[in-house]
């Protein structure tokens, strides 16, 4: 079966622009997550969807960050205006539903100048 | 409050010798235990899980994983360690009836021609 896909693979932007990910989980799979990765650090969940409905976004700075999943099937992560901490991977993965194993993509590097 | 904790920042061990890389966890209920494997510049991947059964759980590539209720405890191991297996280990748990996966902080592990 195809992966999680995720593009661009790498992105350099200044600080206050704006950027956008875009995932595509893996078919019939339910639940999406997109994660922050600080290097050297744990993944951090930013949001859960389980089909298109958000589950948890606890996490989600919602000042500058947002997501949605249209349809249920493919993502997007938004960050408007980005800081100089928002430099990171941000991963996206997918579950046949929550509390099965996740799959995921190869992530986007963020780098913020 | 609940916590998946990898003890070690780091294991170094000589390829063909056995190999052990530690975690440990604190949640409610019964938890669900999962290992993943991150390699350079790639997303996590699924090594193996346990929910319920039989302790030693067999994944991915020739790991294991040993469940230990007593100790809670969920170490991976594999009999003979190979130079490929150098990559970054995340332990993982999700809490009973919890929907939210708890990462430990990953542990690096280097294996020695």
């Known amino acids: 079966e195809a992966g999680v896909a995720q593009s661009p693979r790498y992105k350099i932007i200044e600080k206050r622009q704006s950027v956008a990910f875009w995932c595509n989980p893996i078919?019939?799979?339910?639940?999406l997550y997109w994660y922050q990765q600080i290097l050297g650090q744990g993944p951090k969940l930013l949001i859960q969807f389980q089909n298109n409905g958000v589950v948890d976004d606890s996490q989600l700075p919602k000042d500058r960050f947002s997501a949605e999943r249209l349809k249920g099937v493919d993502s997007t992560l938004k960050i408007q205006p980005a800081k100089l901490e928002d430099s990171a991977v941000y991963l996206c993965a997918s579950s046949l539903g929550p509390q099965q194993p996740q799959h995921f993509g190869d992530g986007t590097r963020l780098s913020i100048l | 409050a609940q916590s998946v904790a990898q003890p070690e920042d780091q294991v170094n061990v000589a390829e063909g010798n056995p190999l052990t890389v530690k975690c440990t966890y604190s949640v409610s209920g019964n938890p669900y235990l999962f290992w993943y494997v991150q390699y350079p510049n790639r997303g996590l991947q699924f090594l193996l899980k346990y929910i319920t059964g039989d302790n030693l759980v067999k994944g991915s590539y020739g790991f294991e994983a040993e469940f230990n209720k007593s100790q809670t405890s969920f170490h991976l191991k594999k009999p003979s360690a190979l130079v490929s297996d150098s990559a970054l280990y995340f332990c993982?748990?999700?809490?009973?009836?919890?929907?939210?996966?708890?990462w430990g902080l990953g542990t690096s592990l280097a294996v020695n021609p």
């Open positions: 078919s019939g799979h339910a639940t």
């Open positions: 993982a748990s999700y809490a009973g009836n919890n929907r939210k996966l708890i």
